[in-house]
């Protein structure tokens, strides 16, 4: 599932606006509603930070890393910083265990592993160099089936 965000138009069912997706108090949902309500954290976060290009794609089953790639850009290396340090803190307060961040200090291309949800932002150039939501967003190939 390959998904661009449009700033106040849901895309599917999983991303509505605001933060949370259930009424199920924060520690006793799914691993599924974890990963959607981590989603909704992050999606809302960087549209509040006036981040560019934002996609995101489902990578359930594709990897064993995360249930979800979210892609966004920054117009400048302060731009790319201000909204992954905004996207921790945010993470932070709706509850979710502490993130691993990698590239902050420089912000070409910053990496935040957030357990089910894994977020890169990138100056437009280092992205379009890099294009790694082209190689996720690849289509599953089905098996053939043998006579």
């Given amino acids: 599932m390959f998904c661009h965000f449009r700033k106040g138009k849901p895309l ?7 933060r949370a997706f259930s ?11 974890a990963a959607r309500r981590a989603l909704g954290t ?21 990897s064993a890393l995360a249930d979800y790639m979210v892609v ?24 979710f265990r502490h993130s691993r961040v990698e590239g902050l200090e ?11 949800v894994i977020i890169h932002v990138f100056r437009p150039e280092v992205r379009a160099f890099y294009n790694i939501e082209k190689m996720w967003a690849t289509p599953d190939i089905e098996e053939e089936t043998r006579h």
């Fill in 106 to 116: 420089l912000g070409d291309w910053v990496v935040i592993d957030a357990g089910d």
């Fill in 72 to 95: 966004v850009s920054g117009r400048s290396s302060r731009h790319v910083s201000a909204i992954c340090e905004h996207l921790i803190s945010d993470m932070k307060d709706d509850g």
């Fill in 42 to 62: 992050v999606l809302a976060s960087v549209e509040d930070s006036k981040a560019e290009d934002i996609v995101y794609l489902n990578i359930t089953g594709k």
């Fill in 12 to 18: 599917t069912t999983v991303h509505t606006k605001g």
């Fill in 23 to 33: 009424a199920v108090p924060k520690g006793l949902e799914s691993g599924v509603d």
